[in-house]
């Protein structure tokens, strides 16, 4: 009497099988979900075969049939764990593994922006975002970007490589736009998340300057020869030499420090009498600090914070 132990050569076949398959799954980029849910039926298949085709060659013998449960066990995690590897290559979370074992964290340098600033553009508008940025007046005519970047990264990989990466730079009429981009932020486990962009932005002292929205920006005006604007912020320093020529005006700011702020007044007739009051807009009450003569103006409005340094 001879003794089949079934599930010996189903072992084998079933491993050639599961290694073709993912091979498969690789170079032709097949969905392996499918297999997932299908491989233990799979496996009873082959088994199957394996005892209707030994019965069937010796069939005129005694045969006695004994079950191998290690393998078929054995070829049944082989399989799971193969094909959820597969199903984790194909949704990308192996990838993020790869990443998130293999990034760093690293400080570059932003490539440079500067461009000359033609006479038909008379006015820059500057959205710096949520990041830290410094904006001088310069004496030159060029506008010009640089800074760096500090954030998770591949070995050997910079997250950015050119202007646009990190700016929208855009003209349209006598407007010279600057946007800063938001880095990207990964969702998975942490991983990868935005880094930290430190930029200084010089512009040219003569023309007229526009600054919407942010967190933290430095203002240093330098030799301004035109009028500045700054809204929406959130923290506003103001780096101004004692030589300036420029008048400061605040406009509803929640706080002011570094200097003797000074409101404004004007006079409102009562009866025939005329009577000094804080000056109020719609916007909230202004308060101003004068370098030099005053000749060009740099408004702050609508901030929560403005220092003087």
Request: charged share 20%; no cysteine; net charge negative.
């Amino acid at each position: 009497m001879r003794t089949w132990r079934v599930g010996s050569f189903s072992m084998g076949a079933a491993l050639v099988l599961l290694g073709v398959f993912l091979l498969l799954v690789e170079v032709l980029k097949w969905d392996p979900a499918i297999a997932m849910v299908s491989w233990w039926p799979v496996l009873f298949i082959i088994l199957g075969i394996e005892i209707l085709f030994y019965l069937g060659m010796k069939k005129n013998e005694e045969q006695q049939v004994k079950y191998d449960f290690i393998s078929i066990l054995f070829i049944g995690l082989i399989g799971t764990v193969g094909l959820g590897m597969a199903v984790l290559q194909t949704t990308g979370v192996l990838e993020l593994s790869k990443q998130f074992v293999s990034a760093e964290e690293r400080t570059i340098d932003l490539p440079k922006y500067e461009e000359q600033l033609t006479a038909d553009i008379q006015r820059v508008v500057i959205e710096p975002g949520s990041y830290t940025v410094n904006i001088e007046a310069s004496t030159g005519n060029e506008a010009v970007i640089f800074g760096t970047y500090w954030g998770s990264m591949q070995k050997g990989a910079s997250s950015i490589e050119e202007v646009s990466d990190y700016a929208l730079i855009e003209k349209q009429g006598d407007t010279l736009y600057m946007k800063l981009k938001q880095m990207p932020t990964g969702r998975f486990m942490h991983m990868h998340n935005g880094g930290q962009l430190e930029a200084t932005v010089l512009i040219p002292a003569n023309v007229k300057l526009e600054v919407n929205g942010g967190n933290n920006i430095t203002i240093n005006p330098r030799e301004l020869k035109a009028d500045w604007a700054i809204a929406d912020m959130s923290y506003v320093t103001l780096d101004v030499a004692d030589h300036a020529n420029v008048l400061i005006e605040a406009i509803n700011i929640q706080q002011l420090e570094g200097k003797d702020w000074k409101k404004e007044k004007a006079a409102m007739a009562s009866g025939n009498e005329a009577v000094e009051v804080d000056h109020y807009d719609e916007s909230g009450f202004t308060e101003s600090l004068v370098f030099g003569s005053g000749e060009h103006k740099l408004q702050i409005k609508n901030s929560y914070s403005v220092q003087i340094r």
